[in-house]
């Protein structure tokens, strides 16, 4: 999925680029994120930035979300704790991310594919820093294999439908509505 191809067709890990998800505080970290750009800090580009008014608004779904879809690692940042624009956010957030990072790590999410920072917005060398840092991290863990949302064929339905229930003829009526 987030693979590079090499030029016989072979997938290749040493071409692999992975494809981070990155939450940013919009009062500070997208702060420190715009600084490390006007400043042409160099950071890799394999981060795609979400901005968001609070870290204490990430919802565990959110995460959850872009790893179903395809991401290979997730990277939260926010203000320093007690920094927080709305007083308390960050206080959230932490607690939200350590329960998050441990139900992760139980069902098999590799604990360097999720990471959280503090950056203030007049911390860009910090922001640069941190990408680097997060952007090698997964990258030595390779592509992510759980959570990944698989096109389902007919088969792999009537399989899905019948497992949960092996009465179940539903599966059997879809594919029959599907054929008429």
């Known amino acids: 999925m987030s693979e590079l191809k090499s030029t016989d067709g072979v997938e290749s890990p040493s071409c692999f680029e992975p494809k981070i998800i990155t939450i940013l505080c919009n009062w500070c970290t997208y702060g420190a994120a715009d600084l490390a750009g006007v400043s042409r800090f160099q950071y890799p580009p394999n981060i795609r930035v979400v901005r968001i008014p609070c870290s204490g608004r990430v919802s565990p779904k959110m995460i959850l979300s872009a790893f179903h879809n395809g991401a290979d690692g997730i990277w939260i940042s926010g203000c320093h704790p007690g920094d927080c624009h709305y007083i ?93």
């Open 88 to 180: 308390t956010g960050n206080y959230y957030a932490r607690r939200k991310f350590m329960l998050l990072k441990n139900f992760l790590e139980y069902n098999g999410i590799e604990p360097g594919r999720i990471h959280f920072s503090w950056i203030s917005s007049a911390e860009g060398v910090k922001f640069a820093e941190v990408a680097r840092d997060v952007v090698e991290s997964v990258r030595k863990l390779g592509p992510a294999k759980y959570f990944i949302k698989k096109e389902l064929d007919d088969n792999n339905l009537c399989n899905c439908l019948n497992k949960s229930n092996p009465d179940n003829n539903l599966a059997k009526n879809i594919l029959e509505e599907q054929a008429a």
